[in-house]
């Protein structure tokens, strides 16, 4: 019969898949706390920079754990310019073309790297990605504990630039409120950016932690993004704590739920979830308004 | 371009074309293209009139297939009627995603997130259900009789989809001239403005999706009786569900003709890059985002927009345009 232990090793398995849909909709969320739209072309960034950690290490050999060092930037920077010179000046001002932008943007993207990739699955063969932890009831995989902490690490990084950086607070200043940052000297436009790129930056980090348990494909990143939609309004939009334990909490419903009723139908469970989150608390748990 | 004499010009138009063209390619390009206009008109309702951005309009072309296909499949429904229930179906889900989403008050991104949503699930429950033919998808039996709705030749289903498209044109027509286009354009505008002149901001936009939701879904019926095949992807695919709000947008969001000019433009640039670069997958889909980007940066109103934007340059009508859409109050 069902032993708790199956369960644990379960939620724990949960949890480290969490914690990468976590940092995922850390990117989301941000970006949505300032720039308030949805930004639908995180999904094809995180496609993108999944072939960016493929290629690194197939084409340079570069380890995915050393690739982060140069694809996080290489990211930050790209994000930067798409806000800064296609999403921002092509959307005149308006919320629902930002969001028809970000759109386009992911259309065009997952198809470009399907024009030039093809839908053929890659993965890489990394000497340690099947070393694994023994906890003594349970093994974790060696890849995924260490996501786990990176993912940790990373928002505390995030909290640092957040917190003790001029340019964290003229983040949090725009987010707060846009016209008065404005009047106060703070360049909108370039904040805008920083922080699209950040949020970019983040999942070009999910990416590398990803690449040695997963797979590049150009559709790769939208399973992660539908389920960092959830998380995002589950945690309510633009909360970076919510974020977090929004994105462990629907790891470990994820893993219990396929774990029970099998993998489609627990997928399913996490949409109701959102669409019960939307209707009834818009909020979410964490937000501070709609 | 106002009035119903363009209407009448576009859809005479069409209608002269299988007189001239008798090559079955350019037919095919035509029924799909105005295939895809039928759907992109029904967002045009909701998306276009109401500023409700649905980005899971897939959840009623769907529906529609689907119900279409399960009706002749299972109950051996005659298909006009599947055709009609495809169409009521579609409206019955317009009307419960609809009055779920605007009684919890969802606006931009909350209403593309909530739509996206209610596909999604649709199509993962049609991916498994057995009365969706689960994984295989469902085949309608093939039988060429004009009482079951399916035709030896495509000049006969060209003339059908062409009639629906009429049909819808007319009906984008007559809400733009109503009271109640004027209340939806208000609720579009500024909804809390809208309410307090005592407009049921609530009750239009659930007319204008259920109106939308019928529209689409009748592409989605249309589908499955031009095909006759039907599987989650297709029917709830994420593609339809762009493809509806692309035709609009390059076209003129909000006006009566930009959903039949943008699926035409649209898909004749996909065509056309097809012919030169060789059919590759991810092609057509990627010029479409390129096109999506470049509209909204250039031609904000899509292609009818910059039409009649064109035509007062040059002959200087009187006529004053439309103010761009909302360009003036986000600064």
């Known amino acids: ?290 | 371009m106002k009035g119903p004499a363009p209407i009448a010009i576009a859809v005479a138009a069409l209608a002269a074309v299988p007189l001239v063209v008798h090559s079955n390619v350019v037919l095919n390009f035509l029924v799909v293209a105005l295939l895809i206009a039928l759907a992109g008109q029904g967002w045009n309702i909701i998306g276009g009139y109401g500023g409700q951005y649905s980005f899971g309009h897939a959840a009623f072309f769907g529906t529609g297939a689907y119900a279409t296909a399960i009706l002749q499949v299972h109950y051996g429904v005659n298909a006009w009627l599947g055709f009609a229930a495809g169409i009521a179906a579609g409206a019955a889900a317009g009307a419960i995603i609809g009055a779920l989403a605007f009684r919890a008050g969802l606006r931009s991104s909350y209403f593309a997130l909530v739509t996206l949503a209610f596909a999604e699930v649709l199509r993962i429950l049609a991916s498994v259900a057995p009365i969706t033919g689960a994984g295989v998808g469902l085949l309608i039996k093939l039988d060429l009789r004009p009482q079951s709705l399916q035709f030896q030749s495509r000049v006969a289903f060209y003339f059908v989809i062409l009639a629906l498209v009429a049909v819808a044109l007319v009906i984008a027509h007559l809400i733009e001239r109503s009271r109640f286009g004027t209340w939806l354009i208000a609720v579009r505008e500024n909804e809390d403005a809208a309410m307090a002149l005592g407009v049921n901001a609530f009750r239009v936009k659930l007319a204008a999706m259920v109106v939308s939701a019928a529209i689409t879904a009748a592409a989605g019926c249309f589908y499955a009786q031009y095909f006759l095949f039907v599987d989650s992807g297709i029917a709830y695919g994420t593609w339809i569900s762009i493809e509806a709000l692309l035709t609009p947008i390059i076209g003129g969001v909000g006006t009566v003709l930009g959903p039949l000019v943008g699926a035409l433009a649209a898909k004749a640039l996909g065509e056309g890059a097809k012919y030169v670069a060789g059919d590759a997958p991810g092609l057509d889909l990627m010029i479409y985002g390129a096109m999506l980007v470049l509209v909204i940066a250039f031609a904000p109103r899509g292609l009818v927009g910059a039409f009649n934007d064109m035509r007062q340059r040059l002959f200087g009508s009187t006529m004053k345009a439309r103010p761009p859409l909302k360009e003036a109050a986000h600064g």
């Open chain 1, 1 to 290: 019969m069902l032993s708790p232990l199956i369960l644990v090793t379960a939620v724990l398995n949960g949890l480290m898949t969490g914690a990468v849909y976590a940092l995922v909709a850390l990117g989301l969320t941000l970006i949505y706390g300032v720039l308030h739209i949805i930004n639908f072309a995180h999904g094809a960034m995180l496609s993108a920079a999944l072939f960016a950690a493929f290629f690194a290490y197939q084409k340079f050999g570069l380890d995915p754990y050393l690739a982060v060092f140069l694809i996080a930037p290489l990211f930050f920077a790209l994000g930067y310019a798409l806000q800064r010179f296609v999403i921002g000046p092509s959307s005149h001002g308006d919320d629902r073309n930002m969001l028809l932008v970000t759109l386009g943007l992911a259309v065009f993207i997952e198809n470009a790297l399907l024009y030039a990739f093809r839908a053929n699955t890659r993965t890489i063969d990394l000497p340690y990605g099947f070393k694994s932890i023994d906890l003594g009831f349970t093994f974790l995989a060696m890849p995924r504990v260490i996501s786990f902490a990176a993912v940790f690490i990373v928002a505390l990084a995030l909290w640092l630039i957040m917190t003790l950086t001029d340019t964290g607070k003229a983040i949090r200043a725009v987010a707060k409120e846009k016209l008065g940052a404005e009047l106060a000297g703070i360049d909108v436009a370039h904040i805008y950016a920083m922080t699209f790129g950040l949020g970019t930056a983040c999942v070009a980090i999910a990416a590398c932690l990803l690449i040695p348990t997963y797979y590049a494909t150009p559709g790769a990143g939208n399973a992660f993004v539908l389920v960092a939609f959830t998380i995002v309004v589950l945690g309510g939009m633009g909360s970076v704590p919510g974020a977090l334990i929004g994105g462990l909490v629907i790891g470990v419903v994820e893993s219990l739920a396929g774990f029970f009723f099998g993998e489609s139908l627990g997928q399913v469970g996490i949409f109701l979830i959102f669409i019960v989150v939307l209707l009834v608390r818009p909020r979410g748990l964490f937000g501070a308004s709609a």
